[in-house]
């Protein structure tokens, strides 16, 4: 038996198994599952910004290589002695030179910014919540009357 105990914590230590976990006390304090769920709240409207970032982002990713194949194809084709067409190619330069720049001077450090606030929550709400167990009456009562801050 001492042996197949051993064992046992051998192949959970090694990923194989699940050890058995402690007796974990269930959270019954309605202060403590609102939290958890307001977090929790915080967290999905965090993610809902990245991934309207990274939208924003691959848009303006999109966009610049539309341009710069309009750049190609005028380039190529482009009668450089008639000056409306120079003219024409030099405002298509000027919207894809601005559309080139909007990607590091505001998408990107949009898309950091809202990557680094969703990390610094995430970790606040595993460090207080995930892995919890709480107790259903209670969370039940403190879900249906549950009013979160506005971040």
Do not use: H, W
């Amino acid at each position: 038996m001492r042996n197949l105990i051993l064992i046992g914590t051998l192949l959970a230590a090694a990923g194989g198994i699940a050890a058995p976990a402690a007796a974990q006390a269930l959270i019954n304090d309605p202060t403590a599952i609102a939290q958890c769920l307001c977090e929790r709240q915080q967290l999905d409207a965090l993610q809902q910004t990245i991934d309207q970032r990274r939208q924003s982002y691959q848009t303006g990713q999109q966009s610049l290589a539309s341009l710069d194949r309009d750049l190609e194809a005028r380039r190529s084709s482009m009668n450089v002695e008639d000056p409306a067409q120079v003219d024409a190619y030099k405002q298509l330069l000027q919207r894809r030179d601005s559309a080139a720049a909007a990607l590091p001077d505001g998408l990107i450090p949009d898309y950091n910014a809202a990557v680094a606030r969703y990390n610094a929550a995430r970790s606040d709400y595993d460090d207080r919540c995930a892995g919890k167990s709480f107790d259903q009456t209670a969370y039940d009562r403190v879900q249906a009357t549950l009013s979160c801050p506005k971040p």
